[in-house]
């Protein structure tokens, strides 16, 4: 390695025996050192020179960091993708660049092309042999899909016509995530891949939990769309540590007595009812239908039977709790009196959307959710997708795809951890979802906040611009070995470009994503200060209308 080969040792490399269709195309360098899934190449500068204005971009770009380069063994083509350049120091100057093997493909004798490639190397190269720039058609077939389900999102860079293909049922089976920083694309990009994957399964069933209202705008032709005005969730759902979460305000000690009391009067309340009668061994969390009217009675009963009055505070505090919920006209989604009938097939039905009625996706806006209880609703949302996914073993599968934009909202790390019951239910759901039928789609701008092992349990890594140092390390760490030499290029990438790679693509690939039609876009666009700041006029009405709208809370 110490001694630098002439310019002599590039020439002639071409094998003899090699096909008519590879003596167009010298080589531009050698295998300088092999060690498993990275080894070192040295690359002759002049040779990439000659392909700098070579009519084929992918050729052009040959030997840059991200490029691929091809090298013969055997019968077969190796690809390897270029992670790092590094000038070698001697009488001519050399480039080493270090490689990371994708796969191979079989070579077709006439010509010398490539043609059925797969993923994992059988047999590397020996040191000297010949390296040759990878052209657009080799890529074709590189990244040509395979028979099976997938979806195409957009073009693979630097080419303008190859189609990026994911495999859905992979992608999906092993979980997703897409990472970006805020003004990438993010939201747009999303809304793609939904709408390409209810393009291809209209009876498909996924849940969106939309934190900002961004998406119903997308989906009002092939969604349907609830907010805190038709979501109408029964209350009597939640299990008890959602009720904890809820009605328990105290901390300490006088969480537990409180949970305790609460405890006891939620089952003697959910017993009371038609339903609670007929069921031999009931518990708890069983979704029962019953009345706050009757919880609080019987708090009040069992108030009545201490001999202190010190006693009776725990008592109080949940009393005063729901009778605030009650009356508060936030809360009305799911706290009215008008949801004590049992609806859960009803709602289960139209949530999951069984059966999808060509409107397989299901947009759960909680921006008009009172903050209080946001994490409440996603959590009782996502545990109720994973209970059905249990609880409907023996069934006919009917799998579940859960989106959760801002996830690290609701999957926070340790140091952000607030103890609710979400990111427990959501962390549950990325060990174990796809045992049941269940596929998590994370969506987040923040990698780093997410919870440890989250996002090493999404099998699909979709990474935008990152902006951030510490996000970028944490979706390095993620990432497989091999895709290291695209993960460089991350804070690089263009507005709605990604790397993606994981079980959702044969190897990693470096994607620019396809443009969405103005209908089909989530309302995420940044304002536009320069002009918005020159339009005057109607500000009283605007003031008018808005105090209204934040004094009746929205309705």
């Known amino acids: 390695m110490t001694e630098l080969l002439g310019r002599d040792a590039f020439a002639s490399t071409t094998p003899k025996s090699a096909p008519a269709g590879l003596l167009l195309g010298a080589p531009i360098g050698m295998v300088l050192e092999i060690a498993g899934s990275s080894s070192q190449v040295m690359l002759d500068p002049q040779a990439l020179e000659v392909l700098v204005d ?53 070579e077709e004798k006439l010509t010398g092309k490539l043609y059925r490639f797969r993923r994992g190397v059988t047999r590397y190269p020996v040191p000297g042999c010949p390296v040759y720039p990878v052209s657009t058609a080799d890529l074709q077939q590189v990244y040509a899909a395979e028979d099976r389900a997938n979806i195409e999102i957009g073009t693979v860079y630097p080419t303008k016509d190859i189609r990026a293909s994911l495999y859905v049922d992979a992608m999906l ?7 970006g920083s805020t003004g990438t ?123 202190r009055a010190g006693d009776t505070a725990p008592y109080l505090r949940l009393k005063t709790k729901i009778d605030e919920i009650k009356a508060d006209p936030r809360y009305g989604f799911m706290f009215s009196g008008m949801l004590v009938a049992d609806t859960m097939a009803d709602f289960l039905a139209r949530i999951f959307r069984l059966p999808g009625d060509g409107k ?104 935008m611009r990152l902006n951030n140092d510490r996000d970028q390390a944490f979706v390095r760490a993620a990432m497989p070995e091999g895709a290291r030499g695209f993960l460089d290029a991350i804070p690089a990438l263009r507005n709605r470009e990604c790397i993606i790679c994981g079980e959702g693509v044969a190897i990693p690939i470096r994607v620019s994503f396809d443009g969405l039609e103005e209908n089909k876009r989530p309302a995420s666009d940044d304002p536009l200060f320069s002009n918005l700041w020159h339009q005057t006029g109607g500000e009283e009405e605007i003031i008018a209308r808005t105090i209204k709208k934040w004094r009746s809370q929205g309705r």
């Not at 380069?69 to 390897?80: E, F, N």
């Not at 790092?84 to 050399?94: A, F, I, P, T």
């Open 185 to 307: 694309g993010k939201s747009t990009s999303a809304a793609l891949i939904l709408h390409k994957i209810c393009e291809l399964a209209p009876q498909g069933h996924i849940v969106m939990i939309d934190p900002h209202g961004e998406y119903s705008a997308a989906f009002k032709t092939n969604g349907a769309l609830y907010d805190v005005g038709n979501l109408q969730m029964p209350y009597w759902l939640m299990n008890f540590e959602e009720h904890c979460e809820v009605f328990v305000t105290s901390d300490g000690s006088e969480n537990q007595i409180d949970s305790d009391i609460l405890a006891k009067c939620l089952l003697m309340a959910r017993a009371k009812g038609r339903l609670g009668q007929e069921i031999g061994k009931l518990t708890v969390d069983a979704p029962i239908p019953y009345l706050l009217s009757d919880l609080t009675n019987l708090i009040s009963l069992e108030m009545g039977k201490m001999d």
């Open 360 to 463: 397989p996706i299901s947009i759960i806006d909680v921006s008009g959710v009172p903050s209080e209880i946001t994490s409440v609703v996603v959590a009782m949302l996502s545990r109720m997708v994973f209970d059905f996914a249990i609880w409907s073993r023996g069934e006919p599968q009917r799998p579940i795809l859960l989106v959760c934009e801002e996830a690290h909202r609701y999957i926070p790390n340790e140091r952000n951890a607030d103890a609710s019951s979400v990111g427990r239910i959501l962390g549950r759901i990325a060990k174990e979802g796809r045992k049941y039928g269940v596929s998590l789609g994370l969506i987040t701008q923040r990698p780093s906040d997410l919870a440890e092992g989250v996002l090493s349990q999404c099998g699909t890594i979709i990474a």
């Open 54 to 106: 070579h009519a084929d971009p992918v050729m052009a770009s040959a030997g840059s960091v991200g490029s691929q380069i091809k090298m013969r063994v055997g019968s077969t083509w190796l690809i390897a993708n270029v992670r790092s350049l590094k000038l070698l120091d001697g009488g001519e100057h050399r480039i080493a660049a270090q490689v990371d093997f994708l796969g191979e493909g079989d």
């Open 173 to 179: 089976g092993k979980h997703f995530a897409l990472l």
